[in-house]
């Protein structure tokens, strides 16, 4: 499944990377400006009331805040496109 994350904090725009390590089976993010380590949670019971997945900093100087995720789907263009004509693409050479 793919989440798409805020990467926004205090007004900041975080460059996030990965760490290259994992924990409990899910990959570890940091962010290049703090070095904060980012880690991907299920917040709430998934009912009405639930925040859903964030990532949740538990190393650095945002240990204990959160990243919240944006709503998204996985598709393809196929569907993607009709759904949305006007999308607009990059194309490299």
Known sequence: MAVVYSREIN?????LA???WTYN???VLYDHETETMW???NVGDGGPNSCGC???GFA??????FLHAYPSSNTNW????????DTKIMKTE
Not at 60 to 65: M, Q
Not at 78 to 85: F, R, V
């Open 39 to 41: 880690l991907p949670v």
């Open 78 to 85: 196929n569907i993607w496109w009709p759904e949305h004509p």
């Open 60 to 65: 650095g100087p945002f240990a204990g805040r």
């Open 18 to 20: 990965a760490s290259g």
């Open 25 to 27: 089976f899910s990959f």
């Open 54 to 56: 964030v990532m949740w």
């Open 11 to 15: 007004g900041e725009i975080l460059t």
